[in-house]
């Protein structure tokens, strides 16, 4: 949905290990942090081609400034 988002782009990696390790960043940052909970979202492109040297950015809705 339409909404400000804080963006997290992962570490180059196994794919299975930068999510995580990004969703566990988000989580950390999550409690200093105003999220609405409203629509996070993971984007796959290009980078994520390669499993074993993946990158992807996830989106988490935040409260507009």
């Known amino acids: 949905p339409a909404s400000a988002y804080a963006v997290f782009t992962s570490k180059i990696g196994p794919i299975e290990d930068v999510v995580l390790e990004t969703w566990k960043e988000i989580w950390t940052w999550d409690k200093r942090h105003l999220r609405t909970f409203s629509g996070d979202f ?6 994520a081609l390669s499993p074993q040297r993946a ?5 988490v809705a935040i409260k507009p400034a």
Do not use: L, P, R, T
């Open 42 to 47: 993971e984007q796959y492109d290009q980078s």
């Open 55 to 59: 990158q992807v950015k996830i989106f």
